[in-house]
């Protein structure tokens, strides 16, 4: 007798993910900012899909200037560990503009970044289970610079509003993901 199909699970090679976190996410992904730096500011939010349930296993991708507009980084960030010879994460004093960021089981995600110098926002990337592609959008971060930029300037408040971070309290923001459906946040195109 066959099993019932309805009781099966699917196996890897019928999925598109979520393998993400297996390779992607490293110690430290989410502290841009070097340890006790006076200036960090934390974002936060949660990535939900087209129903509204929370996405338990995406990755969040921030790339930045620094807080002097500078983009070009700084490599050599992440340590290894003399022994195994895997990532022992980053090294605590160094901004590389960059964070890799796992979503927790209630697909919440959290951030320790600077400023961003020459933008008003932050890049980002979404990786998720059911995504052919990876999606890329921005978070805007409240602040003069904010209102005059040309994208937002270009959208309805609508959607506009959906790339807005808002402040929780100084120095945290809020930004969620929505991947699809009514308040679905606006992705980018680059080609």
């Known amino acids: 007798m066959s099993p019932d199909p309805q009781t099966l699970l699917p196996t890897p090679s019928q999925t598109v993910g979520p393998f993400y976190g297996y390779a992607l996410p490293f110690p430290g992904g989410p502290d841009i900012?070097?340890?006790?730096?006076?200036a960090t500011l934390s974002v936060h939010g949660y990535v939900y899909d087209g129903a509204g349930a929370p996405i338990p296993d995406a990755i969040v991708e921030i790339w930045q200037p620094g807080?002097?507009?500078?983009?070009?980084?700084?490599?050599?960030?992440?340590?290894?560990?003399p022994v195994t010879g895997g990532y022992a994460g980053r090294d605590g004093v160094t901004f590389t503009g960059f964070g890799r960021i796992a979503t927790d089981a209630d697909g919440h995600w959290a951030?320790?970044?600077?400023?961003?110098?020459g933008v008003p926002y932050l890049s980002v990337c979404v990786f998720a289970r059911g995504l052919l592609h990876h999606?890329?959008?921005?978070?805007?971060?409240?602040?003069?610079?904010?209102?005059?930029?040309?994208?937002?300037?270009?959208l309805s408040p609508e959607r506009r509003a959906t790339l807005l971070?808002?402040?929780?309290r100084p120095g945290v923001h809020r930004f969620?993901?929505?991947?699809?459906?009514?308040?679905?946040?606006?992705?980018?195109d680059f080609r």
């Open 33 to 38: 900012a070097p340890a006790g730096h006076p």
């Open 67 to 81: 807080p002097d507009g500078d983009r070009s980084g700084a490599p050599g960030s992440l340590r290894r560990d």
């Open 111 to 117: 951030v320790r970044t600077l400023p961003p110098g």
């Open 135 to 154: 999606l890329y959008t921005r978070i805007y971060l409240p602040g003069p610079a904010t209102e005059a930029d040309p994208l937002l300037a270009g």
């Open 165 to 168: 971070a808002t402040e929780d």
């Open 176 to 188: 969620d993901i929505r991947l699809q459906g009514a308040d679905e946040t606006v992705f980018l």
